[in-house]
């Protein structure tokens, strides 16, 4: 009954929760309210920022935990999720190491100086992209490091580091690794923590100052964000919503959750996070967008159900834009807007 209710709310809300709501609780935000975005956001600028590449050595943790038999993968939109079958002699067995050579790509803000403090956000890709596909020009990095760079020498958000991994961990050819579709957004948590923030937070100057030891990342955590579109969106809130919310404190997704409200809420409520502030939540999708319905109503379950952790316009938002489907129209301007509320 408790579920029937929350549902039954989560769809009232659904219905109160549109593009004209939102135009009026978010404009002190400085929100992009409709697509196409104005030309203006993306306008050159003198100033530009500077992107590189790092490599790193680190587990394929996915694989492994296929290979050892009891692991997850996202939830279905119609909740019948089933576990996928392992061709047989792939993986090795239960225990082995899996490791794994990945790169990821930095942008680093026009000016950025090795004394200042900066804050990160740890941006994720969709299904069948790679850690290029942000900021590579041979991607949508033209169009992204012109919003970035525009961004920020206007003064409209505060330089930010913004670092683009990848949830794929391939061992070998990647193609083979099809049926583990459903568990890289689960399990990348432990690469974000294990590998990912170590590196990038003793490689540049945030505002941890190098030192990754898990208390100084709780401490800094006002300091660190985390956002993605489709099964990025589903990374958001599978690994970095439930298992790292002691080290992050906003999370962006865009375009998909994939997401069980009850399991959001179960961590949230846990011993280990239920004193945590959520600094801010940004959910964002396109009207016709794929995944629209799903995403709404289980974000809008977990506003309903969480009375005391989220408020709408302060620390929440569902952002809609008319016409917007599953693409990269829609998601450059959430990032935008993500930066216009975090780290606030």
Same mark, same amino acid.
Request: net charge negative.
């Given at each position: 009954? *408790? ?11 659904? %219905? ?46 996915a694989l492994e935990a296929i290979a050892a038999g009891?692991?997850?993968?996202? $939830?279905?939109? /119609? ?21 794994? @050579? *990945? ?9 950025? /100086?090795?004394? *200042? ?27 992204? #490091?012109?919003? %970035? ?21 391939? @061992?070998? $050819? ?71 919310? /002691?080290? #992050? ?13 009850? *399991? ?11 004193? %945590? ?11 016709? /967008? ?12 977990? %506003? ?6 989220f408020t709408d316009g302060e620390n929440y938002c569902?952002? @809609? ?21 975090f780290f606030k």
């Open positions: 009954m *408790k579920k029937l209710v929350s549902l039954l709310l989560a769809l009232a809300l659904c %219905l109160s929760l549109g593009a004209a709501a939102f135009a009026d609780c978010y404009t002190d935000a400085g929100f992009i309210k409709k697509i196409p975005m104005k030309p203006k956001y993306t306008e050159a600028v003198e100033n530009h920022g500077t992107v590189e590449v790092l490599s790193y050595t680190c587990h394929a943790y009891n692991f997850e993968i996202c $939830e279905s939109a /119609d909740g019948n999720t089933v576990l996928p079958e392992v061709p047989e002699g792939l993986l090795p067995e239960a225990g082995t190491d899996i490791m794994v @050579e *990945k790169q990821l790509y930095v942008y680093l803000p026009y000016g950025y /100086d090795a004394s *200042k403090d900066y804050n990160v956000l740890y941006l994720m890709h969709g299904g069948g992209e790679d850690e290029a596909y942000w900021l590579s020009e041979e991607r949508m990095g033209k169009g992204t #490091l012109a919003l %970035l760079d525009r961004m920020f020498d206007k003064g409209e958000a505060e330089p930010t580091i913004i670092v683009c991994p990848t949830f794929y961990s391939f @061992e070998g $050819e990647g193609e083979q690794y099809v049926f583990a579709s459903g568990a890289w957004p689960v399990y990348f948590w432990q690469e974000l923590r294990n590998d990912v923030i170590p590196l990038i937070e003793t490689t540049y100057h945030t505002y941890a100052h190098g030192d990754v030891s898990l208390e100084n990342l709780q401490a800094t955590r006002e300091h660190r964000a985390f956002a993605g579109f489709s099964m990025g969106s589903a990374t958001s809130l599978q690994s970095a919503f439930i298992h790292c919310f /002691d080290i #992050l404190a906003y999370i962006g997704s865009y375009s998909g959750s994939l997401t069980p409200a009850e *399991k959001l809420e179960a961590a949230l409520n846990s011993e280990e996070y239920k004193e %945590l502030p959520v600094k801010f939540w940004y959910n964002g999708s396109g009207s016709a /967008d794929m995944a629209h319905d799903e995403h709404q109503i289980m974000a809008s379950q977990v %506003l309903a159900d969480m009375p005391e952790r569902w952002v @809609e834009f008319k016409g917007g489907t599953h693409a990269y129209n829609c998601w450059l301007p959430h990032l935008y807007n993500c930066l216009r509320v």
